[in-house]
């Protein structure tokens, strides 16, 4: 396992009155994808927006290349080099796709500031984002909203990626495609927190992996472990990743 370049210690998150984070311990290795994994409701998407700092942690800390964020605001976060992808995608749907990533662009004022090569991989990664380039997000489909949404989140290199269930909903083709812009991403050294449903998804592409529970880390290790192990899918998961070919 790599060098950890973001660690969680002790995380406890309140949302009003709820307490949703009861001390979760992570550790996301620098250069590695790490799948965050659990049922619905154990406080996965939650641990990301508290990582982002969108939630507050009440206790405990978070810390990225040996720098203490827990209590940093959002686009300080940001500006360090991390970039959050919600579940919801976050894309602007009345803006066109050009100009969806020329605002993710943080240090871009036009078009010509983008790196042109780094544009030129998003597009072989996503065709459709040059091909939909100047059409508003909000008329693309589910699967290239999130490519879009990617796209967004990669126009500049990112310390870390933050990803809440990037495969959800889309056609089986768009998942492979998806698979290999993470594959590439992970070629790059690029580190990645993924919360991800489709095992599939999580088998091919996950180095470690976190499974949580009630707002607790209650097991971490290796993602090929998990594979390989269905009575250890059973009884952390409730689910058989074999029966997801």
Avoid: C
Avoid at 147 to 154: C, D, G, H, Q, T
Avoid at 161 to 187: C, H, T, W, Y
């Amino acid at each position: 396992m790599s060098a950890p370049l973001l660690t969680l210690e002790g995380v406890h998150t309140h949302i009003g009155a709820y307490h949703i984070l009861h001390g979760v311990d992570l550790v996301v290795p620098q250069g590695e994808l790490t799948l965050l994994l659990g049922r619905n409701g154990a406080g996965k998407t939650t641990t990301l927006r508290t990582i982002m700092g969108l939630w507050q942690a009440s206790q405990g800390r978070v810390v990225l290349d040996g720098q203490d964020i827990t209590h940093r605001p959002t686009p300080d976060i940001a500006q360090g080099g991390v970039a959050y992808v919600p579940e919801s995608m976050g894309i602007f749907s009345d803006l066109s796709v050009r100009e969806n990533m020329l605002l993710a662009a943080r240090g871009a004022r036009t078009l010509d500031d983008i790196d042109t090569t780094r544009l030129e991989w998003i597009f072989g990664l996503f065709p459709a984002m040059k091909k939909f380039w100047n059409h508003p997000a909000g008329k693309l489909s589910g699967g290239q909203k999130q490519m879009l949404a990617v796209s967004r989140a990669i126009v500049e290199p990112r310390q870390l990626l933050l990803i809440d269930e990037p495969s959800k909903g889309l056609a089986p083709a768009i998942v492979q495609n998806m698979i290999e812009a993470f594959r590439q991403l992970k070629a790059a050294q690029t580190t990645i927190l993924l919360v991800e449903q489709n095992f599939n998804f999580a088998k091919q592409l996950g180095d470690s992996m976190a499974v949580m529970d009630d707002g607790r880390v209650v097991h971490s290790g290796s993602m090929a472990e998990l594979a390989a192990d269905e009575s250890m899918q059973s009884r952390l998961l409730g689910l058989s990743l074999g029966a997801h070919p």
